[in-house]
């Protein structure tokens, strides 16, 4: 079976001011998830947004790992950029531990000044921070003394504890949507985080590269496929649906992060990008059989070894409808793969 974990929208637009029920309705989110069949459930990061994005990405994997048995809880991904390495160690070794090995360590560069901003970390160290931190989080989950020749920190016969739950610590899994950022994940990390927006032809590339440093590099790879989902009982209602996805999409088009392929190049601004479109390639989308029959194209072309999908966008749908999707994704898709 394909393994499918869920991440979830942790904003509450347009000005924060329900967080605690957000933080409820993931928890709900969450024990569903475990229910239904899903492999785990990862949160991102983002900070100073006024919708109250939540910011603490290895608290909340531990609060969802202490409402649930099985599914493993972790971050897709955590701004690693942002942290002090050893105080990192500590959190994610804390969780691990609690959650008796559930943990998973997705992380990635970043890109947002405001989010550097807020740490007075510079935005041209990032790439050079993160490959420190994954070197750091090594030797610190070994449960040994150890010093490391630090640009950024002081780290003179430091000891981790406590160790890991995870023998040499969580699975630390790498974004990276540019050439560097491909091989840094295929050099470092235990796997990599495919762009969750481009499509199949972008995808495959990206992948045989990471695939081809892993390899050059003595390590197995492993894809982690990242996808948004829309489901529902047939086409027509997936459409009446897909606004908030969309919203998100055009988002991300607008800002350039669509490279461009035979699919929109007929596309000159971001009003123009329907669901149709974005559905070709960019989404798992329709029915339970059409979203099936999508992520058997993505094992047969791409060979993932996980799938990471986003059902709920800040402009919805409603927990109610949330928990309906997450249902029927579980029930009539996930069983099937």
Not at 162 to 174: E, N, R, S
Request: proline fraction near 7%; hydrophobic fraction near 35%; include cysteine.
């Amino acid at each position: 079976m394909l393994p499918v974990g869920y991440f979830p929208c942790t904003q509450d637009p347009p000005d924060g001011k329900n967080i605690a029920r957000v933080i409820d309705e993931l928890v709900e989110q969450a024990e569903l998830c475990e229910e239904t069949g899903f492999d785990g459930f990862y949160f991102t990061e983002h900070h100073q947004q006024e919708d109250g994005y939540l910011p603490s990405p290895v608290l909340l994997s531990g609060m969802v790992g202490m409402r649930t048995k099985r599914i493993k809880v972790g971050t897709c991904v955590l701004l690693s950029p942002l942290y002090h390495p050893i105080r990192l160690a500590e959190d994610i070794a804390v969780v691990d531990q609690a959650t008796k090995g559930r943990m998973v360590a997705a992380m990635g560069i970043g890109y947002q000044p405001s989010d550097f901003d807020a740490f007075g970390v510079s935005i041209k160290e990032r790439a050079l921070r993160t490959e420190e931190s994954v070197e750091i989080l090594k030797k610190a989950w070994t449960g040994e003394s150890f010093s490391y020749d630090s640009r950024f920190h002081n780290i003179n016969d430091v000891r981790v504890t406590p160790a890991a739950y995870q023998k040499g610590g969580p699975p630390i899994w790498l974004a990276g949507w540019v050439p560097a950022g491909l091989k840094r994940a295929g050099k470092m990390g235990d796997g990599w985080i495919a762009d969750p927006i481009q499509s199949l032809s972008v995808i495959k590339d990206y992948a045989n590269q990471y695939r081809e440093e892993a390899e050059k590099n003595g390590k197995k790879p492993f894809v982690v496929l990242m996808r948004d989902c829309v489901i529902g009982d047939n086409w027509k209602s997936c459409v009446a649906k897909s606004e908030p996805t969309m919203t998100t999409h055009r988002w991300y088009y607008h800002y350039g992060a669509y490279v461009q392929d035979d699919h929109i190049k007929d596309i000159k601004s971001p009003e123009e990008l329907t669901f149709d479109v974005a559905a070709k390639q960019r989404l798992i989308a329709g029915s339970p059989d059409q979203c099936l029959e999508q992520l058997q194209m993505w094992k047969e072309e791409v060979k993932p070894d996980y799938v990471m999908l986003r059902m709920k966008q800040p402009g919805g749908p409603p927990q109610s409808e949330a928990l309906a999707d997450i249902k029927m994704f579980g029930d009539r898709v996930i069983k099937y793969l």
